[in-house]
Each structure stands twice: as C-alpha cells, then as structure tokens.
C-alpha cells in the first residue's frame, strides 16, 4: 500500500515537472487564467449602467416632470429620445436604440390630485428577458419611491402610480425564450470547433499527417477537405437544435428560413476557421482541445448570451467586435423572437463573413509555415 502511494506521489511529481519546465504549458496555466479573470469580471455583471431610455409625456402636470426627474437623475438611465407620437415609439425598440420607453398618458397628474391612481407605462425590449426583468425591477424601484413620496406629502394611502408592463417580443419575458436560442449558437459553435481543432491534431498523432503531404493534394485542398466534415456536421447539430426548439420547447420561429440559414452557413464558416487556425498551431489532440477551450470560454462571455454588451466597459465592447457568437446570437434572436428577414440582417451578415474568410485566411498561412 505504501509503496503505491509513493509511486503515485512520484509520478504526480513527474508531471509537475514536465508541466513546469515546458515554457508554453508555464505561460497556458499562468497567463490564460489571469487574463480570463479580468476580462470576465468587468464582463460577466448583471447590473446594468446608463440604460439607453426614451420617454413619450403626454401630460403636462408637475407630477409627471418630478417622476420623470429621477430617472434623468438616476446614474443607471440615459435619456436618448423625447417623443410625441406612437409611430415613433416601434423604430427605438427594434433596432435597439432603447431598452426602454416611459409613457405617462395626458391624464397622469390629474390622476394623482383627484386621488385615482396613475398608470405609467413601461415598454421593454424583451428579447433579453434577463435584462428586461433587472430593468423592469429599476423601473419599479423609482416609480415605488415617487408614490411613497407623493402619498406622504398629500396624507393618502399608496400606491399614488401603477406599472403597466409591455415586453415587445416576449411578452410573458418567458426566459426560455432567450436562452433556447442562444443554446443553439453555443453548441453549434462548440461542435464546429472541435471537428476542426482536433482534426490536424489527430492526424499528427496517429502519423497520418506526413502520409497526407505526400499525396498529390495542396494545402487549400486539404484545408478544404477538413472543412467539408464540419460543414455538414455543423449544420445537422444546428437542424437538430432548431427543430427541438421549435416543437418540443415551443419557441416561436416568427422569420424566414433563409435569414437563418444564411447566418449559420456564415456562422459555421467562422468557427471552422478559427477551429483550423488552433489545429495548425497545435501538435496534439489534448493541445487542441485546451485551444479550443481558451476561444470558447472567452466567446461565450463576450457574446452577450447572458449579460448584456452594452453593460461592459468599452473596451471589452470593443474586443467583443471579434467574436462570431455575438453577431450570431443577433440573428437567431432577430429572427426567432422578432420575426426579421435578411434585409434587416446585413450587418451581422458582413461581421460573420470578414471574421470568417480572415480565419481562413490565417489558417491558410499557418498551414504553409508548419508544411516549409
């Protein structure tokens, strides 16, 4: 039993060994991590700061200027837009300008000084029901404070102002709704990744690799035929994903099938080039899998599944313009929940297929290097 235990211990401590004295497995377990931690903490927060508002007062009573006061006063809000009409309310909501629009009807203070309470209408963009539920409690927050003050200074009984909640999208701000379609994109990423990251790395491994560099083929061929594979397996995974999601989870599909498709070809040929430029760079398959493991954590985070982007500090916005999952997950909410079409898709369109074709591009050269 002893002696068991001691070759344990020594093999432990032959792989602490060949673990520190590598340089690049001392500088994957040092840097990665760190970097991790301080990209995540400033990403990963569900509270949400200088939340883009808009406000629609058809009233002109001086209730209405005091409560519309804390939220221009609230460091949590910012007012974007003053509108005057109803048109003008659905453009904010569904090109994202606004997370929010405040209505207060012609009557609302005098509503309050005849004693009848007061409705404020919140409209919420409620394609990220978790947004729109943090919101939602803010919003509850200083329309609560405004009625305890008012019902104090004129000695009547709360509540003085009532919510009326309208989620556009999602209006029971099902969270299934949200997170159904992130899903797909999550897995679909997952999957395409992995065929490619560990496909080189295989080959290397099992000595295929320098068999293949003697055929007639050239590397755009074999770059080519590595992604075939997971193409095809991309899209099953994704078909798959989509038809539970539409008919066992009864998440409604309210835009065309080509705008989705569309988005996931692209998509898909973004993950297969950042998952071939991780095989080129990797000689093992277990090299690959931590390469594929450092994009994913990071893209998950960054794509705005569960957080919002716009809550991160600028430069992490401004790094998360690299990751293909948060043009993805535009699409499938867009089309999902909102109902779009391609015409209204162009710009995540485009993203996908720069980061693609540049991965390729990259994988490409990093495939001739390691073959010179």
């Known amino acids: 039993m002893r002696q068991d235990i001691v070759r344990i211990l020594e093999l432990a401590r032959k792989e602490f060994l060949a673990l520190l004295r590598d340089r690049k497995s001392r500088m ?17 927060t ?44 659905a453009p904010l909501l569904d090109n994202r300008k606004v997370l929010l629009v405040v209505h207060l009807q012609s009557d609302f203070s005098r509503s309050i000084l005849t004693g009848t309470p007061a409705r404020v209408e919140a409209l919420l963009d409620g394609r990220q029901s978790n947004t729109a539920m943090i919101l939602l409690g803010y919003v509850q927050t200083i329309v609560s404070g405004f009625s305890e003050e008012i019902a104090a200074l ?19 701000l099902k969270s299934r709704w949200f997170i159904v379609p992130g899903i797909v994109g999550l897995l679909t990423l997952v999957v395409s990744l992995l065929v490619t990251a560990l496909s080189v790395a295989r080959e290397r491994e099992e000595g295929t690799f320098d068999q293949l560099m003697v055929t007639p083929l050239s590397p755009f061929q074999i770059l080519m035929g590595k992604l075939v594979p997971g193409f095809v397996i991309g899209f099953g995974e994704a078909t798959l994903i989509i038809l539970v999601a539409r008919f066992l989870l009864h998440v409604p599909l309210r835009g065309t099938l080509g ?29 690959g899998l931590l390469g594929a493991f450092l ?71 990093f495939f001739r290097k390691r073959l010179g």
């Open 46 to 89: 569900f509270d949400l700061n200088r939340i883009s508002y808009a406000v629609w007062n058809e009233d002109t009573g001086i209730y209405s200027r005091q409560l519309l006061a804390r939220f221009s006063g609230s460091p949590n809000f910012r007012l974007v837009a003053t509108l005057s009409h109803r048109e003008e309310v």
């Open 154 to 172: 004129r000695s009547i009984a709360p509540p003085i102002a009532s919510i009326d909640l309208r989620a556009w999208y999602n209006p029971n």
């Open 28 to 44: 994957v377990l040092i840097v990665p991590p760190l970097v991790q931690l301080l990209v995540f903490s400033y990403a990963a």
């Open 259 to 287: 705008a989705l498709y569309l988005g996931l070809f692209l998509f898909i040929l973004s993950g297969l080039g950042v998952g071939l430029m991780i095989s080129a760079l990797v000689s093992t398959q277990q090299q």
């Open 295 to 365: 994009f994913l954590v990071p893209a998950i985070i960054l794509s705005g599944f569960a957080t919002p982007i716009a809550n991160m500090p600028q430069f992490i916005q401004d790094l998360t313009l690299l990751d293909p999952l948060r043009y993805f997950l535009v699409v499938l909410r867009q089309v999902f929940l909102r109902g779009a079409d391609i015409s209204l898709l162009w710009p995540e369109y485009g993203a996908l297929f720069l980061i693609g074709v540049l991965s390729l591009l990259i994988a490409g050269a």
